[in-house]
């Protein structure tokens, strides 16, 4: 435990947990982190990433070309059907650009785009050696700044009192402890690792959900904030899901897991019938689907269906798949009804056409007369061996958080909450009402982590 009462309180210990603390104790603030995960696993859903989002008006560091703040605000306006704040929005969106140089300087190194990713070299900036190295970095940099961090904290109360945070209560291995801080930031994330939270939003099927990330985002400081009168913002309903590999472990399964040969497949339900177009549009447009598609299904499974023409064509997950010389037979191994399956992906080759078949771009080779159609990349599934992979919801985080300002200070019931602020996914609801734009998760809690940071800083000097 700590003996001295530091200025400001940290919750957390993920991006925009360390963003906010470097910022802050560079102004001159003693900082202190509490992060509930232990020490091998600090670092929350941040150690998971691999790129952020970055504006620029000409070539930055690994990013070619430029990428305007129009241009970047229109991406997500598409994937969040208008359902954003556009100041803040615009605020991380402006803030990206100095971000970049300020990452660098604090320890994060950038690596161009690699083949597989190689669409996002103008847009996104890759970490050398992901989120892993970057939260390494970032605390190396706190640690020399003089910012304590207390592992295994896990944050269960802040009192309110009136418009102040009077009380931080934590736990450490099981002792209880407080502290009173003049500041606090909170950074910890979604309600996801949380699966009694997410039932009570989604019903049972939740129960077979996988969680990507960590399990410390349990939505604790969250939930208690909102049951003393804290504004929320956000439909506990939304969250990032995409499919993944259905041998993924229950949690912090992380980028491996996820499965690309959709497109490329028949994928079939629990009664071997499909359910959905594969091929309505390029992978990178429809993966965030594909996760709630798989939620509706009895079990919340699918299996995704390929034969060996289609192998090499999508980036392996790092399990491999189910293989076998005839469709029955794959079904067997995969626990599937054979003939059903064998039935429907007769019916599936019977109404595929011939054309052009470009796995990189929107084909149309298209089946005819088959409901649901699938409007691209559809070719016959008859080249042995074939190839099976289970498919389960994986989500990524939840979008319920704190309504903040362009401060990023928490709203309490009748104003701000003079000394509170949230930074990352515990305030993204803000910005991301709905859908998700690639990397734009870690630019959200750079900014307004940094931002928090300062703005703690300023209030307690
Ligand atoms: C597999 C995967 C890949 C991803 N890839 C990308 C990507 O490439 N680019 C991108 O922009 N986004 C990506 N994301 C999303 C991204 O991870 C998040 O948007 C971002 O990391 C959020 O940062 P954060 O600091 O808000 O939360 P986190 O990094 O999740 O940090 C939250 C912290 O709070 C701690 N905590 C939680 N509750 C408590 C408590 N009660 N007391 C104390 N501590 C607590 C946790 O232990 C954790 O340290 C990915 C997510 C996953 C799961």
Not at 21 to 33: C, F, N, S
Not at 224 to 232: A, E, I, K, R
Not at 313 to 330: C, G, K, N, Q, Y
Not at 338 to 363: H, M, R, S
């Amino acid at each position: 435990m700590t003996n001295k009462t530091p200025d400001i309180v940290i919750v957390g210990g993920g991006n925009a947990a360390l963003c906010a603390a470097i910022t802050a104790a560079e102004a001159g603030a003693r900082v202190l982190i509490l992060e509930g995960a232990p020490k091998e696993y600090r670092g929350g859903n941040s150690r998971h990433t691999r790129n952020f989002r970055c504006m620029h008006d000409g070539p930055l560091s690994v990013l070619t070309g430029s990428y305007g703040e129009d241009e970047y605000y229109n991406d997500l306006l598409l994937v969040t059907k208008g359902n954003t704040d556009e100041n803040l929005a615009r605020i991380a969106i402006r803030g990206s650009q100095e971000s970049q140089p300020w990452m660098e300087a604090h320890g994060v190194r950038f690596q161009p785009s690699l083949s597989g990713t190689l669409s996002l070299s103008r847009t996104n900036a890759f970490f050398l050696g992901g989120g892993k190295a970057l939260v390494n970095a970032y605390y190396r940099t706190a640690a020399a700044l003089g910012v304590e961090v207390l592992y295994d904290a896990h944050v269960n109360h802040l009192e309110l009192e009136g418009d102040r945070i009077t009380r931080v209560d934590f736990t450490q291995h099981g002792t209880a402890h407080s502290l009173t801080p003049r500041a606090v930031v909170v950074a910890s994330g979604g309600f996801q690792g949380n699966i009694e939270r997410l039932v009570a939003a989604w019903g049972p099927e939740a129960e077979n959900f996988l969680i990507r990330g960590t399990p410390y985002n349990r939505g604790d400081v969250l939930f208690d904030l909102l049951d003393q009168g804290v504004q929320s913002i956000g439909d506990p309903t939304q969250c990032h899901a995409v499919a993944i590999d259905g041998r993924a472990p229950k949690f912090d399964g992380g980028i491996v897991t996820r499965l690309d040969c959709v497109p490329f497949s028949v994928v079939v339900n629990t009664h071997g019938q499909r359910f959905y177009n594969e091929g309505e549009d390029v992978w990178p447009k429809r993966y965030a689907i594909w996760g709630r598609l798989v939620a509706a299904q009895d079990d919340q499974v699918a299996y995704s269906i390929i034969d060996s023409k289609s192998r090499d064509l999508f980036m392996p997950s790092v399990f491999p798949p189910v293989t076998a010389d005839t469709i029955p037979e794959l079904a067997v191994k995969l626990g599937l009804e054979p003939d059903a399956v064998a039935a429907t992906i007769a019916e599936f080759n019977a109404a595929c056409q011939n054309g052009d078949f470009k796995p990189t771009e929107l084909d149309g080779v298209a089946t005819e007369g088959l409901d649901p159609p699938k409007t691209n990349w559809a070719r016959p599934i008859v080249d042995p061996p074939f190839y099976g992979y289970s498919l389960r919801p994986g989500v990524t985080f939840t979008y319920l958080g704190f309504k903040v300002d362009a401060q990023a200070q928490v709203q309490g019931a009748t104003g701000p909450v003079q000394n509170l602020w949230a930074a990352g996914e515990t305030m993204a609801g803000s910005i991301l009402g709905q859908g998700y734009l690639a990397g734009f998760g870690m630019t959200i809690g750079t900014v307004f982590g940094r931002i928090a940071g300062k703005e703690a800083a300023a209030y307690v000097h």
